[in-house]
């Protein structure tokens, strides 16, 4: 598949009615925008192995968020695949946005305007998205909001924040951590950065991004779905290895992970050396081998579960996964802390789907607070990739006027900053 440049954007200050074009569109088109009426965005989300829609009034209030999940396409090749990631996208695209509007109470006419990633990920995955968010902006004669899949993730803690109304102080630090991503930024307030691209009206947060650091081989996500591949633990691997690491039972761990290094930027990541190492422990162990033959001999039955799958490991086993664990964890925290500290971040943000992990979570809340600072998280679905955090990255970029026509197209490298 064909990747071209990323489509031109308008910018539009036109007061209280907004103008948008579109390719194809009568020029002209008005969306009223009212600061009284609320403006409800639909979210379309396509760029690796989730299918996911949303509808979010005022980048604030989630209406509905359906994700159809494609990890039981993708299990028994222990990843994604990009062909299959495509062709299930495209079966699933249509019901899952029906089913998102269903949730919502709403018509496919009472959207304000569509929200749809378009990069970075996986191009074949990408275009599915990307084409029917066209489509129904061109049907609709809706604006269309092309979004950046990473600040769709920094919106999701926003997002989590406002349900309990409360709103990270910037500047913050943000990590990004999931199967493909594990990048650190510096997130301030756009008009402290840029004062002529503050938004004029309120109530829409556009932020500006410094990229700090980020892995140089290796995400974190990918590391625990290797070290789950080769421990025959399934796929994908943070959910189990995070439920195991807390079964361990004060077993001393059969090999000690020292701090990762990482030469010049100490803000960078490195998660290959560490998932290297477990191999190695594991192949110059050989009393491993029938007990990982025995979880994969259970993996083929289907028996995958947690309770399925603790007895069929041994304390050994139990303390190996914890030891890996406490290296991922120590190392994110340390860096992402780090860098705060440098940048005197008034805020740690964490999203992405290794942002569910209960011992990351827990670190970082006891070392954030123990720092006089406040850590955020998405809850648990909204960590992992879901439409809701797109739909809310789109409402700050549709106050801020900028659209897209009809050649938006997929940019699998596209970068936040
Ligand atoms: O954000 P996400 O849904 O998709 C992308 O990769 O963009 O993240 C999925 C990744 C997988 O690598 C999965 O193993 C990891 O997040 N993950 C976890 C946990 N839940 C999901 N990693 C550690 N602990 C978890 N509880
Ligand atoms: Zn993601």
Known sequence: MRTVAPARC???????????????????????????????????????????????????????????????VHRKYGGVVPELASREHLRQIVPVVREALEQAKM???????????????LVGALLVG?????????????????????????????????KSGRAPKLPAVCLIVSGGHTVLYEVTDIASAQPEMAVPQGGAALFAYRKIGQTRDDAAGEAYDKVAKLLGLGYPGGPILDRLAAATNGVPAPVKFGAIKTRGNAYDFSFSGLKTAVLYHVREHPEYVPEIRSREEALARGERKYEQLLPLCSPQTLALVREFQDAVVRDLVNRTLGAAEELSAESVLVSGGVAANSQLRSTFEERVRAKGLESFFPSRALSTDNAAMIAAAAYSRFRANEFADTSLNADPGLKLA
Not at 57 to 62: H, M, N, P, S, Y
Not at 111 to 119: L, R, S
């Open 107 to 121: 018509q496919l006419g009472d959207i304000d305007a569509i929200g749809v990633t378009h990069g970075p990920g």
């Open 10 to 72: 308008w910018r539009y200050r036109s007061g209280p009615l907004l103008r948008y074009r579109s390719e194809g569109l009568q020029l002209g088109a008005t969306v009223a925008q009212n600061q009284t009426m609320s403006v409800r965005i639909l979210g379309i989300e396509s760029s690796c192995d989730e299918t996911a829609a949303a509808v979010v009034a005022d980048g604030r209030e989630i209406l509905s968020s359906v994700v159809a999940s494609q990890i039981d």
């Open 130 to 162: 990307i084409t029917y968010g066209k489509t129904l902006a061109e049907a609709l004669r809706k604006p269309l909001v092309p979004v950046n899949h990473l600040e769709g993730h920094v919106h999701a803690v926003f997002l989590e924040a406002h």
